[in-house]
């Protein structure tokens, strides 16, 4: 089956720029979940969401936000980009055990580059 | 504050050696801990996970053990080889929180 899907997979922006990121999750997955890597700061949580609704945020400003739609498809979105932004931007998406275990499935990420 | 500590120095091995990762946690009270591999370029894939009433799990080469006493995991690779040769990540799920948090990952490199 089809894995988790990022687009696009490179972009290049400007500061004050905003960024839409799309993320399909693997088929029947209904939890998607986003982090920022960079190598200074590792992998840091963005956000999860379940069923269209946010159910965990991580201690990013407001210019980061998500969403998810009805088909579990996530984008999320950088308003008024800054240099620091610079940095691969991963989705993932995760069936939830019984037994509460997330396992995640990651896509490839999306390179985003602030000039 | 909530830490996890994943040795930052890269680990250079013989292939054939076994492979020790650590991943040290502070102020957690974590269900269970995952390892993950990434390769350059790539999403994490998903290894293990071992639950905090395990003591150790096993999957082919790959051994975790998980000591909630020490708060510490240990990822062990035996018989390594070159291709084992990426950054590993280890993830402890926040009871309190209920997020996936990651540490830093350790870069492993097995030469021939």
């Known amino acids: 089956k089809a894995g988790v899907t990022q687009t696009p997979r490179y972009l290049i922006k400007t500061r004050g720029q905003q960024v839409t990121l799309s993320c399909s999750p693997i088929s029947g997955h209904r939890s998607v979940s986003w982090y920022q890597q960079t190598p200074g700061q590792g992998l840091q949580f963005l956000f999860e969401y379940f069923s269209e609704t946010q159910r965990n945020k991580g201690n990013f400003p407001g210019r980061f936000s998500g969403r998810q739609f009805s088909n579990s498809r996530s984008e999320m979105n950088v308003s008024t980009l800054e240099l620091g932004d610079s940095a691969l931007y991963l989705c993932a998406s995760s069936l939830v055990t019984g037994s509460g275990a997330n396992v995640l499935t990651f896509g490839a990420g999306s390179r985003l580059t602030v000039l | 504050s909530q830490k996890i500590e994943q040795n930052s120095e890269a680990l250079n091995i013989q292939e054939g050696k076994t492979a020790t990762l650590t991943c040290n946690y502070t102020n957690y009270s974590p269900a269970y801990l995952q390892w993950y591999r990434q390769d350059p370029g790539r999403g994490p894939v998903f290894l293990l996970l071992?639950?905090?009433?395990?003591k150790e799990k096993r999957k082919e080469r790959l051994k975790v053990t998980f000591d909630t006493t020490l708060k510490q995991s240990l990822f062990h690779i035996t018989a390594s080889q070159p291709a084992d040769s990426a950054t590993y990540l280890c993830?402890?799920?926040?009871?309190?929180?209920?997020?996936?948090?990651f540490g830093q990952g350790t870069t492993l490199q097995v030469k021939p």
């Open positions: 071992i639950r905090e009433n395990e």
């Open positions: 993830a402890l799920h926040s009871s309190n929180t209920g997020k996936l948090i």
